[in-house]
């Protein structure tokens, strides 16, 4: 209880040391991974990759660039600031979702020139925009949510199907379905918090917490794989 109410009375300087661990990990996984695609040239990774970058983007513009501009180091402004983190948090999903489907989606023998522009993401782009128009224009969080919810949804059932089809004794697919999973119940907790809680601080250092986990596990099997592959 005492740990609770002092997370919640320093709540601005567990928002920047959660930001930062994020960030932190969010690089180690683009490193890492940005090395293991160099290794073995499977194409996915590079979407994989770039999810995990526009997640350190979209952390670092919501909470490490919100922090200074609260304390009017730079005036940005919450709405542009909202509306990158919206943007960024967003593609960071679809990118992940590309790396599970590319496969199905990308069938044309020669490779893009970039992972992160090419006509298929272009899609993605637009569709992303749309989603944190929608949020601006109607002031709420309510379909950054939806999309994201349907989205950890879809990928934990393609995650398990590959958990399933591909073997039980990969540990990597397993880890993946697991984050898959506890991504869709951050999401559906932060919701919860939004809509219905008012922004719980209970609720919403159970998510703090599940998130780092969730980044944690991926930087895990990350690092795994690239052991392996040696």
Request: charged share 15%.
């Given at each position: 209880?005492?740990?609770?109410?002092?997370?919640?009375?320093?709540?601005?300087?567990?928002?920047?040391?959660?930001?930062?661990?994020?960030?932190?990990?969010?690089?180690?996984?683009?490193?890492?991974?940005?090395?293991?695609?160099?290794?073995?040239?499977?194409?996915?990774?590079?979407?994989?990759?770039?999810?995990?970058?526009?997640?350190?983007?979209?952390?670092?513009?919501?909470?490490?660039?919100?922090?200074?501009?609260?304390?009017?180091?730079?005036?940005?402004?919450?709405?542009?600031?909202?509306?990158?983190?919206?943007?960024?948090?967003?593609?960071?999903?679809?990118?992940?979702?590309?790396?599970?489907?590319?496969?199905?989606?990308?069938?044309?023998?020669?490779?893009?020139?970039?992972?992160?522009?090419?006509?298929?993401?272009?899609?993605?782009?637009?569709?992303?925009?749309?989603?944190?128009?929608?949020?601006?224009?109607?002031?709420?969080?309510?379909?950054?949510?939806?999309?994201?919810?349907?989205?950890?949804?879809?990928?934990?059932?393609?995650?398990?199907?590959?958990?399933?089809?591909?073997?039980?004794?990969?540990?990597?697919?397993?880890?993946?379905f697991i984050a898959m999973l506890s991504g869709f119940t951050a999401w559906m907790l932060n919701a919860l918090a939004?809509?219905?809680?008012?922004?719980?601080?209970?609720?919403?250092?159970?998510?703090?917490?599940?998130?780092?986990?969730?980044?944690?596990?991926?930087?895990?099997?990350?690092?795994?794989?690239?052991?392996?592959?040696?």
């Amino acid at each position: 209880m005492y740990f609770l109410t002092w997370v919640i009375q320093n709540k601005e300087l567990v928002k920047v040391v959660y930001a930062l661990a994020i960030a932190i990990i969010c690089a180690f996984i683009v490193i890492k991974t940005d090395r293991l695609f160099r290794i073995s040239m499977y194409k996915g990774i590079r979407y994989f990759r770039n999810a995990f970058l526009f997640y350190g983007i979209a952390i670092i513009i919501r909470y490490i660039f919100g922090a200074i501009s609260s304390y009017k180091f730079i005036d940005i402004g919450n709405a542009a600031i909202n509306f990158m983190f919206e943007y960024f948090m967003i593609m960071g999903g679809f990118f992940l979702l590309y790396s599970l489907l590319w496969g199905k989606i990308d069938d044309s023998e020669e490779e893009p020139a970039s992972s992160l522009f090419n006509s298929k993401i272009s899609l993605f782009y637009a569709m992303a925009f749309i989603i944190v128009l929608l949020d601006y224009l109607w002031n709420s969080y309510y379909f950054l949510f939806s999309s994201q919810i349907i989205l950890f949804l879809i990928m934990s059932i393609i995650s398990f199907m590959n958990y399933v089809k591909k073997g039980k004794n990969s540990g990597f697919l397993k880890l993946y379905f697991i984050a898959m999973l506890s991504g869709f119940t951050a999401w559906m907790l932060n919701a919860l918090a939004s809509i219905w809680l008012r922004w719980n601080q209970g609720v919403l250092i159970v998510v703090y917490i599940l998130n780092v986990a969730i980044f944690l596990l991926f930087l895990y099997g990350v690092i795994k794989a690239t052991k392996r592959i040696k």
